[in-house]
Each structure stands twice: as C-alpha cells, then as structure tokens.
C-alpha cells in the first residue's frame, strides 16, 4: 500500500507540444500496454489488472482546485494504492485477459513516462528505470477505449516530500497548453462518465501502429 497525490486531465485532441517534450529527452519514455479496469459506478474507487497484478485505488479526503499555472487548471487528488500478485493460473484472471469476463474494460494504452525529482536544487528529468525516492512521475498516454480516442496527461507525486515543481519546468513540458477543470478527473471518474454515454467518435487505427 503506498498513498500518492495526482492530478490528470482527459481530452480528444492530441497535445503535440507535451508529446514532443517526452519525445525530446535523451532516453526511451515510450511504451504499450493494456490495462482492464473492473467496470463500477463508484467514482472514488479503480479496480484494473496489469502486468500481472490486481490494483485497487482509493481516492481519499477532498478533492482540492488549483493551478500548475494561470492556462493549467485542474484537481488535486490524494490517493491509497493496492497491488497484488495474480497467478498465470487463474481462471478468472484469464477471463478478463482474453476479453471473456465482459464486467471488465479494455483500455489500450500508448504511454509515455518519466520522473522528476531535484538535485542541488534544480529540477531534473530522469527515466522510470531509476529508483527515486521522491519525485513527480509525468505521463503522456493516448487511449483506446470503447471505440472511441483520448488522450490523458497526469502528474503523480510521490515519496514523503511533496517536489514543488517551478515555472520554468511547467513552461518546458506544457508551453501555452489550456487546460479547464471540467477536464481534470481520475481513470474511475472518467470511464464511468463515458459508459454513461458520452458522444463516441471512431477509432483511428493509424494511432497504435508500431512506432
């Protein structure tokens, strides 16, 4: 169990100025997995399987508004985490990887990952290899998800000190990117709102090609 603080936001177009960040470091932030999140009505709470593992993440205390700067507006969420193993062996774990448990989700993801942290006071931006105490992971991911195409940045804090992150590092990663409020939420909050029935669009399949 270990607790995080988050924030995220979900939108259809293509960011190509955060993408071009990660795509602009000196090592490979890219990779491809899919996720299968347990589908609930339940906004606080995600149940998904990956890699192997069960997770289970809990949203907890208040949501609080704030700001990355005056164009970024977003939610800050804190968050409890639960891993567990699951045995290749498992009838029920098998189900959901090869889309025979239809209470679960697919979420196909083209993610790009990595950290930052501080080293003699200045903000640095490190692989998701290294082992870090305390940091910001930063993630840039397009989904696929029940035929339809988004896209979802996120910052999520970890360790026992908060890493204040200063505007110059902001400026480099979101340059004069707009984000609202309304788009800022967690992986629960966003697929229950789209299995409630938001407008679909089609899949692009050019989109997951090999790079």
């Known amino acids: 169990m270990h607790k995080t603080k988050e924030i995220r936001w979900f939108f259809r177009t293509e ?29 606080e709470v995600g149940v998904k399987t990956r890699e192997g593992k069960i997770e289970v993440k809990q949203r907890i205390g208040t949501r609080a508004k704030g700001c990355l700067n005056p164009n970024i507006w ?15 062996n498992d009838n029920q774990f098998n189900k959901i990887m090869n889309f025979g448990e239809p209470k679960w989700c697919a979420v196909k993801k083209a993610r790009n990952l990595a950290q930052l942290t501080q080293e003699n006071g200045i903000t640095v931006v490190k692989p998701m290899s290294i082992n870090l105490a305390n940091g910001c992971q930063i993630e840039y991911t397009s989904l696929s998800v029940e035929n339809e195409i988004w896209h979802t940045c996120g910052l999520e804090w970890f360790g026992n000190e908060c890493l204040h992150l200063d505007d ?15 788009q ?26 090999s790079n």
């Open 15 to 43: 960011n190509k100025k955060i993408k071009a960040w990660f795509e602009s470091q000196p090592f490979d932030t890219h990779e491809d997995r899919t996720d299968h999140y347990l589908e609930l009505t339940n906004k």
């Open 74 to 88: 977003g939610c800050y969420d804190n968050f409890i985490k639960w891993s567990f193993e699951v045995s290749e």
């Open 168 to 182: 110059a590092i902001i400026t480099d990663i979101f340059g004069t990117t707009k984000l609202k409020m309304n």
């Open 184 to 209: 800022s939420k967690g992986y629960a909050a966003f697929l229950a709102n789209l299995k409630a029935g938001q407008p679909r669009r089609p899949i692009e399949n050019r989109l997951f090609a």
